[in-house]
């Protein structure tokens, strides 16, 4: 170990919080832990939906640089720092916990939320039927850290800011274009659309071997040679590496488009079937998932070899080998397209919802031929160019901060002093 640092357990740096809201109920926000953006308000990420019940007189309190995790998905990284409000609170199923002055907030949510600290947390867990484990901050405190001086804690933490800063910069410019590229297509289909618009979802069907210029209604099954559906083993979660074998997890169909480290790693060969591998080209389709997402399709772009399916991603297989999956991707992505796969969707619960290959097929689109599609196309080709170039640089910073963060945390790299 580096000289200055310290081996220590969680417990000796933090203390667990138990502090009731009580009266405060109309003064405190109602926070949740998530993956991947941490502690937010409950009110503005679940948008329309209240997850949380009507009295939180007996939610835990979360100052103010205090932290919080969620006990049963600790063990997927749902851990955050609270920074959002001055006081807020958590479900009372939620861990709360404070640090010592002696360690910097922003190197301590980096650590915690580090593979490494995932993996650790697994050893801990109290696993139960659904795999869901808890980890009871009786467990989490017994957990070590090396923790370097105060002094140095901040610059690591300010060089990992920096390399976020820039993946954050590369995504933004990404989003821009990706609604520039949604405008142009907007325009090419606007025809065509407004009649869906326009249409009751019940009285879709009447559009169907109707024209609209170059533009003809059909049913999507008559367009599909077939559509492919997967597995869902009970597995860990956590990504197959190089040379393993993945199944895909239905958050790999992204409002952004194909996310192939949205994956389960495969640990036994004989859960491996090879025709339903991805490839590059394939058209996803999310078969179950929350009701904004349910039916979200994507094209699967580079992508590595070995992942699969599962069987809440549909892959759809056009009949005619001339005719572009990107271009039926842009009219699933469609507003028109959106109500009617909104409304076929079924299921009781507010949070979830399915949508069946039969619905799929009885979709109603608008489609042209293959060289119109191309003609539809090429103005989108030079944005979405440039949007690959963007996600290739993200997909490398991610890499290099896996790395800086794993040899700064070890302290094989010494940090730089502050200019």
């Not at 993945?246 to 488009?257: H, I």
């Amino acid at each position: 170990m580096r000289e200055g640092w310290r081996r220590v357990t969680l417990g000796e740096v933090t203390q667990e919080q138990n502090l009731r809201v009580g009266d405060l109920s109309d003064r405190v926000a109602v926070l949740s832990s998530t993956k991947h953006h941490g502690l937010v308000r409950s009110d503005e990420y679940f948008k329309n939906r209240q997850i949380y019940s009507a009295d939180i007189s007996g939610y835990k309190l979360v100052r103010r640089g205090w932290f919080s995790y969620a006990t049963n998905h600790l063990t997927e990284g749902s851990i955050g720092l609270q920074n959002l409000v001055d006081d807020g609170c958590v479900s009372p199923v939620y861990t709360v916990f404070s640090c010592s002055p002696e360690v910097d907030k922003g190197f301590m949510i980096r650590v915690l939320k580090s593979e490494r600290m995932l993996g650790l947390y697994g050893l801990h867990d109290q696993a139960s039927v659904d795999r869901r484990g808890a980890v009871r901050y009786s467990d989490f405190k017994d957990i070590e850290i090396d923790l370097p001086p105060l002094l140095e804690q901040r610059r690591i933490a300010e060089v990992l800011d920096e390399v976020d800063a820039q993946i954050q910069r590369l995504r933004s410019e990404d989003l821009k274009l990706g609604d520039l590229r949604e405008s142009v297509l907007n325009v090419k289909l606007r025809g065509a659309l407004e009649v869906l618009e326009a249409t009751e979802v019940s009285h879709m069907a009447e559009h169907v071997d109707q024209t609209m210029g170059s533009f003809r209604f059909v049913l999507l099954g008559s367009l599909l040679a077939g559509i492919d559906a997967g597995h869902s083993p009970d597995l860990e979660d956590k990504p197959a590496g190089a040379g393993q074998w993945g199944v895909l997890k239905v958050s790999a169909v992204g409002r952004e488009g194909f996310r192939p480290l949205e994956n389960k790693r495969v640990e036994s060969a004989d859960l491996v079937d090879a025709s339903l591998e991805v490839r590059k080209g394939d058209l996803l389709m999310t078969r179950a998932n929350t009701p904004g997402l349910v039916g979200l399709s994507c094209v699967v772009g580079e992508v590595r070899p070995g992942l699969m399916l599962s069987d809440k991603t549909l892959r759809l297989n056009l009949a005619c080998r001339d005719d572009d999956p990107r271009f039926l991707d842009a009219i699933l992505r469609q507003s028109a397209l959106r109500r009617q796969i909104e409304i076929a969707a079924t299921g009781t619960s507010s949070s979830m919802k399915n949508i069946s290959q039969d619905s799929i097929r009885k979709l109603v689109v608008p489609w042209v031929n293959s060289s119109v599609q191309t003609s539809i196309l090429a103005p989108v080709a030079a944005i979405q160019e440039k949007r690959d170039l963007l996600r290739r640089e993200v997909v490398k910073l991610e890499s290099v901060r896996k790395a800086l963060t794993d040899d700064l945390f070890a302290g094989q790299v010494r940090v730089p002093p502050a200019l």
